[in-house]
C-alpha cells in the first residue's frame, strides 16, 4: 500500500493531446497603436476572420474553458508507472457501517477494490457489494446533471431557489437520511438542526437494526449493539441471524473468526466449533451448521422463551411440538456444557423481545466479556422514522423536504403513500443521489452525488473504527459529496471536499498539535487510530421479563418473509450488472427474486420452478414466480427486496417488487397470506441445475469422531487408475527461481472454512475482465464466471446438509484439455500452470468437451465489446489481463498477471520470488481465508503445508488428471444426542 498525495491531478479532459494541460483558446492582446481600421484583407487574413466567425459561434453555446498554463509532462509523476498499479486506502459503506478498503489505479484509472490489510475490521477481505462497487463509479446510468422538475438545470440555478427561500429556522424543514455512521456528515446534520432549530431529521433503512438496540434498551436500560468473538467460541446458536451475510454489518470478522473456530489441526487437536442454526429461511449460517431446525420466523421467539425457560429464566412460555422440545433439550445441555464459549446470536429480522431475551440468555451463559460485549451504537438513528414523516406530510407540515441518498418512494411500506405525498404535500423536494431514481423524478430538485470513490469523507464499521475516504479519480459527472451538499444548503457552493473533512478532523484534535502528520498518517493507513467503541458489560435491568409483551398467537395460515436480496441489498444495487449476474449462494438463481417456497408446499400447490403465483395479504396482490428450495420451511414464503424497478443494465423490469406488501407494522413476517397458481410461467435463469454428488467424492466430509478413528478418510474414494493416457509431467526451470527448479503453483482450497459467500466469484470477475451475459445466455448455459461454487445437497428435501465447493480451473498436470487442442492454444507452462494463448484460439471447443470438470467458457459473443447488450465500462478493465474477442476460451488463470508481475520484480533484484508473496484475486477476497495459493514446490510455502495435509485430495483424481487445485475435506463436529435424526436436525 502506498501513500498518496493531499493533491490530484486535473481530470483527463482537461489534457491536452501532447500530455499538457489545455488553456482557453482566446488569448486577447491589445491592438496596434495608430493602425489602420480597415487594412487589406489578402488570402490569408480571409482564412484567419472565417475561422475566428467560426470560433465566436461556437463560444455562444459553451462555458468558457479556464485559462490555466500549458505544462509539459517532461518526467514521470511519482508513483504513476505505467504497467504497475497504485494503491490507495479508502473506504465504503452500506447502511450505515463502513469497511476498509485499497483501491486499485492504473494511470489514475481505478480498476478494482480489495480489502486493506491494516483495517482492524475486514482486513483483506472483501464481499460482493464491495468487489461490485467499481462498476457503480462507471455506471452510465449515473445521475450527471442536477434537475429541477426532471429537466437539466445547474447548481447556480439551485442555488438561486434556496437563496429565494431560505430555510429559515427550520419550520417545516425535514431531513430524510439512511442510517448515518459518517462522523463528518453526522456533524453537519448536528450544525444544520442548530442553525434551524425547528428542522427534524428522520431516518429510513429498509434494512433496519432497530430491534437490535430496542431489544438492548430493554434488557438494559440503553440502547446498545452485541458484539461478538466468534473465534473463542466452542458452540454457537444463531437464532436466525445469517451472521455470514451482509445483513450483520460484521459479517466479515464473524466470517473470519468463525472459520478459525471450525479449522483442525489434526486428531490430536481440538474438535471444530459446533454450530446451531434456527432458520426461517435457508442461509448461509444454517448451511454451515452441524445442527438446522427450519422454522416460520415468527415460530422463533416461542423457540427462544423455551430456550431462556431452561436456562431457568423466569419466562412465559410458548407452545412448542414435541420435535422442538427435543431439539432444545439437546441444545442447551450443549450450551450449558461450554461456560462463557457459547454465544447466542439473534438475527437483525427479529423482534425487540428476542434481543432481550438473547442478552439474559447470554449472561446466564456466562458470555458476558468473553465471546460477547456491548458497545454503544455506531450509526445514529435520528429524531424519527418515515411512518412520522408520513404524517407530517398528510398533516401539510412538511414545507421543505430534503433528502439525502434515500429511495422512499420506492422502499417505503406498502402502507405510507411516500410517493403521493411527495408530490401533493410537499412544495419543496430536493433530493441528493448517485442514481434518477423513483425519489429523484418526483423532486423538484435533484442533485447528482459524488460516487465514494470519487469523494472525500469518513465511515465508521460496526466496531467504531474510522476509515478516511479519499478520492481515486476526480469526478466524473460534476457530483458533490455529502459535505459538500450540507455546506451548500447554507449557501456554500464553493466548499473544498478535502478542506471540510480536514476542518472536522482538526477540530476533533486529531493527535493534538502535529495534525499535517496524523492526517497523512490516517490517509496512507486507511484507518484513524483510537476511534474503536469500547466493550461493555452492562448490568442487566430486574424485572424486565415481566415487561416483555405476551407472545402473539401463531396463524394457522402461511406467512410471508422478506429478507435483503443477496445481490440487490434493499434495491440499490438493482442496477449492477456483476450483482445480478451473481449466482444466489442457496438458490444459483440470477437476475431475479423469485418466491421462495418449500418442496411440500411446491407439491401441494402442484407448481415447478417458473410457475407464476398469486400472493394476497390484507387486500393487496403480487405475482410472482416460485422457486423450490429445500431447507424451506413448509408454513413460510420468503421474498427478497429490492427487485421490480425499471431501467437498469436491461433497460425493463427484473423482477418483482416485494415492498409492495411489506408494510410499517410487518417489515420482516407478514401473516395470513394466500397463495394460488395462475397457470402461468416466467423463466428463471439458473447456474446450477444438479444438487447432489451423487457418490462421485467430489465433495469428502467426515464426522469429528470418524477423522480421529481414520485420518485419511478423505483418500477412500480415491480408486488410482490402472493406466494412463497421459505422461507424467517434468516440471522445468522458470524465470527467476533462483535455483533452477522454478516456482510451481498450486492452490488449496479448505471445505471447513468456505461459506459460500462468492466474494471470490465477484474478486475474479473484477481482476480479469470477465464480461456479463445476461439472463438469456444464463439460461443457454453461457455463463462466463472463470471460478464457480457449486452447491451440493444431502439428505431429505425439507432440512438438508448443504456444501459450497469453489471450482476454478485445476490447472491439471496431465491436462485432457491439451491433448485435443489442435491449434496449442491450451499448453502447459514451465511453473505449472495451463496457459491459454487466444490469439491462436479457434473456437473449436475441444478442450472444453475433453474437460471433466468443466471449468472452460466460451465466447459466444463479442460479450466484451461496444456492441454488446451489456457491456462492461472500458475504464474498469484491468489492462494487465487481455480482453478477449468472440469465438475464444476463458478460464480461471490463477491470477497468471500477478505471477508475472512478481516474476518480473524478482527478477529485476535478482532474487526467488518470496514464498507466499504471489496472491490469486479469489484469495484476498475470501473472508473465511479458505482459498491457499502459493509454490508448492517451496516446502516452507503455507499452500505445501496443506497440500502435506492428510485431508488433501483432487477432485475425480481416479481419471489421474492430477490437479493442481486440491481440497482439505471437512470435519463436522455434529453433537451424538441430534446426529441421525431427519435432515441436519
Not at 423457540?303 to 431439539?327: C, K, P, S
Not at 481465508?929 to 485431508?951: H, T
Not at 489421474?960 to 436436525?985: I, S
Request: glycine share 10%; net charge negative.
Amino acid at each position: 500500500m502506498s501513500a498518496r498525495d493531499d493533491t490530484t491531478d486535473p481530470p483527463d479532459y482537461w489534457r491536452s493531446p501532447g500530455g499538457g494541460y489545455v488553456s482557453s483558446p482566446m488569448q486577447a492582446g491589445p491592438d496596434a497603436p495608430g493602425a489602420d481600421p480597415t487594412p487589406p484583407v489578402d488570402r490569408r487574413g480571409a482564412l484567419k476572420l472565417l475561422a475566428g466567425g467560426v470560433s465566436l459561434a461556437g463560444l455562444a453555446a459553451c462555458e468558457p474553458a479556464p485559462e490555466e498554463e500549458i505544462v509539459p509532462r517532461v518526467t514521470m509523476p511519482e508513483y504513476d508507472l505505467p504497467g504497475r498499479p497504485t494503491y490507495y486506502a479508502t473506504a465504503l459503506e452500506l447502511a450505515g457501517y463502513g469497511m476498509g478498503l485499497l483501491g486499485e489505479t492504473h494511470s489514475g484509472r481505478p480498476t478494482r477494490l480489495e480489502g486493506n490489510p491494516d483495517h482492524p475490521l475486514n482486513g483483506r477481505a472483501t464481499d460482493a457489494f464491495a468487489q461490485a462497487a467499481i462498476l457503480d463509479l462507471y455506471d452510465p446510468g449515473r445521475s450527471q446533471a442536477v434537475l429541477q422538475r426532471g429537466d437539466v438545470s445547474t447548481w447556480d440555478d439551485f442555488a438561486v431557489d434556496l437563496a429565494a427561500s431560505p430555510l429559515g429556522d427550520g419550520a417545516g424543514v425535514r431531513l430524510l437520511t439512511g442510517r448515518v455512521g459518517s462522523p463528518s456528515l453526522l456533524a453537519a446534520i448536528e450544525r444544520f438542526l442548530e442553525y434551524h432549530p425547528r428542522a427534524r431529521w428522520h431516518v429510513h433503512e429498509p434494512v433496519g437494526r432497530t430491534a437490535a438496540a430496542d431489544g438492548a434498551k430493554i434488557a438494559f436500560g440503553e440502547r446498545l449493539e452485541a458484539v461478538h468473538r466468534l473465534d473463542g467460541a466452542r458452540v454457537i446458536l444463531s437464532l436466525d441471524c445469517d451472521f455470514l451475510s451482509p445483513e450483520e454489518p460484521a459479517h466479515l470478522k464473524h466470517a473470519r473468526d468463525f472459520a478459525a473456530a471450525r479449522r483442525v489441526s489434526g486428531p490430536d487437536g481440538d474438535p471444530p466449533a459446533r454450530l446451531y442454526a434456527v432458520e426461517s429461511t435457508p442461509a448461509l449460517a444454517g448451511a454451515a451448521a452441524e445442527h438446522r431446525l427450519p422454522v416460520r420466523a415468527d415460530r422463533i421467539e416461542a423457540l427462544t422463551r423455551g430456550l431462556a425457560q431452561r436456562l431457568g429464566i423466569a419466562v412465559a412460555a410458548h407452545g412448542l411440538t414435541a420435535g422442538e422440545q427435543y431439539w432444545l433439550d439437546a441444545v442447551v445441555r450443549d450450551l450449558e456444557s461450554h461456560p462463557g464459549r457459547a454465544p447466542v446470536l439473534a438475527g437483525v429480522t427479529q423482534p425487540p423481545a428476542v434481543h432481550a431475551l438473547v442478552c439474559a440468555i447470554n449472561r446466564r451463559l456466562g458470555n458476558d466479556g468473553r465471546t460477547v460485549g456491548y458497545i454503544a451504537p455506531v450509526a445514529a438513528e435520528g429524531q424519527g422514522g418515515l411512518a412520522e414523516l408520513a404524517r407530517d406530510m398528510e398533516a401539510g407540515a412538511v414545507g421543505t423536504l430534503i433528502m439525502l441518498e434515500t429511495n422512499p418512494v420506492h422502499t417505503a411500506p406498502a402502507d405510507i403513500p411516500f410517493g403521493r405525498l411527495l408530490a401533493e404535500r410537499v412544495e419543496r423536494s430536493i433530493h441528493w443521489g448517485q442514481q434518477r431514481d423513483e425519489t429523484a423524478v418526483r423532486a423538484r430538485w435533484h442533485a447528482p452525488a459524488s460516487h465514494p470513490l470519487e469523494s472525500w469523507g469518513d465511515v465508521r464499521d460496526f466496531l467504531g473504527h474510522v476509515t478516511l475516504q479519499q478520492p481515486l479519480i476526480r469526478p466524473l459527472h460534476r457530483g458533490r459529496t455529502a459535505l459538500q451538499f450540507m455546506a451548500a444548503l447554507e449557501g456554500e457552493f464553493d466548499a473544498d471536499p478535502r478542506l471540510l473533512l480536514m476542518d472536522y478532523w482538526r477540530e476533533r484534535g486529531l493527535d493534538g498539535d502535529d495534525f499535517d502528520t496524523a492526517w497523512r498518517s490516517a490517509l496512507r493507513q486507511g484507518v484513524v487510530d483510537g476511534t474503536a467503541e469500547p466493550w461493555r458489560t452492562p448490568a442487566l435491568r430486574s424485572g424486565f421479563i415481566a415487561e416483555l409483551p405476551s407472545p402473539k398467537a401463531e396463524p394457522e395460515a402461511l406467512v410471508l418473509q422478506f429478507r435483503a436480496d443477496p445481490a440487490a441489498f434493499d434495491g440499490r444495487f438493482v442496477h449492477n450488472p456483476w450483482l445480478q449476474e451473481l449466482p444466489r449462494p442457496l438458490s444459483k438463481l440470477v437476475w431475479a427474486n423469485p418466491a421462495l417456497i418449500s418442496p411440500s408446499l411446491a407439491a401441494r400447490l402442484k407448481v415447478e420452478n417458473g410457475d407464476v403465483v398469486r400472493l394476497e395479504v390484507g387486500g393487496s396482490t403480487l405475482e410472482a414466480p416460485v422457486w423450490v428450495l429445500p431447507g424451506q420451511p413448509d408454513e413460510a414464503v420468503t421474498l427478497t427486496l429490492g427487485y421490480g424497478r425499471a431501467g437498469g443494465p436491461l433497460d425493463r423490469i427484473v423482477g418483482v417488487d416485494a415492498y409492495r406488501l411489506r408494510t410499517s407494522g410487518a417489515e420482516w413476517v407478514r401473516p395470513g397470506v394466500r397463495i394460488a397458481p395462475t397457470g402461468e410461467r416466467r423463466p428463471l435463469a439458473s447456474t446450477q441445475h444438479h444438487h447432489e454428488p451423487e457418490g462421485r467424492g467430489i465433495v469428502r466430509r467426515a464426522d469429528w469422531a470418524e477423522f480421529v478413528a481414520d485420518p485419511d478418510f478423505a483418500h477412500a474414494h480415491r480408486k488410482p487408475p490402472e493406466t494412463s493416457l497421459y505422461p507424467e509431467p517434468v516440471p522445468g526451470p522458470a524465470a527467476g527461481s533462483g535455483d533452477g527448479a522454478g516456482p510451481q503453483w498450486g492452490m488449496v482450497i479448505d471445505f471447513d472454512a468456505c461459506i459460500g459467500c462468492n466474494a471470490c466469484v465477484a474478486a475474479c470477475q473484477a481482476e480479469n475482465n470477465i464480461p456479463v451475459v445476461g439472463p438469456e445466455e444464463v439460461a443457454r448455459g453461457r455463463e462466463m464466471h472463470w471460478l464457480r461454487i457449486d452447491r451440493y445437497h444431502a439428505g431429505p428435501a425439507e432440512n438438508p446438509d448443504t456444501v459450497f465447493q469453489p471450482v476454478p480451473c485445476m490447472h491439471c498436470e496431465n491436462a485432457p484439455c491439451e491433448y485435443v487442442c489442435p491449434v496449442e492454444a491450451t499448453v502447459h507452462g514451465t511453473e505449472g500452470l495451463n496457459e491459454m494463448v487466444y490469439n491462436r484460439c479457434i473456437g473449436t471447443r475441444y478442450c472444453s468437451q475433453n474437460c471433466p470438470y468443466k471449468v472452460r467458457r466460451f465466447n459466444w459473443f463479442d460479450y466484451a465489446g461496444p456492441d454488446a447488450g451489456i457491456p462492461t465500462p472500458a475504464e474498469q478493465k484491468n489492462p494487465g489481463v487481455t480482453v478477449r474477442a468472440r469465438g475464444v476460451m476463458e478460464k480461471c488463470t490463477y491470477c497468471v498477471q500477478r505471477i508475472s508481475r512478481a516474476r518480473i520484480a524478482a527478477k529485476r533484484e535478482d532474487r526467488p520470488i518470496p514464498t507466499d508473496a504471489v496472491r490469486t484475486a479469489c484469495q484476498d477476497a475470501c473472508p473465511a481465508e479458505a482459498i491457499i495459493f502459493g509454490d508448492v514446490a517451496d516446502p516452507q510455502s503455507e499452500v505445501s503445508r496443506w497440500k502435506a495435509d492428510p485431508r488433501n485430495y483432487g477432485m475425480l483424481e481416479e481419471l489421474n488428471t492430477r490437479p493442481r487445485t486440491t481440497y482439505v475435506a471437512g470435519v463436522r463436529h455434529p453433537n451424538p444426542e441430534l446426529d441421525g435424526d431427519a435432515g441436519n436436525g
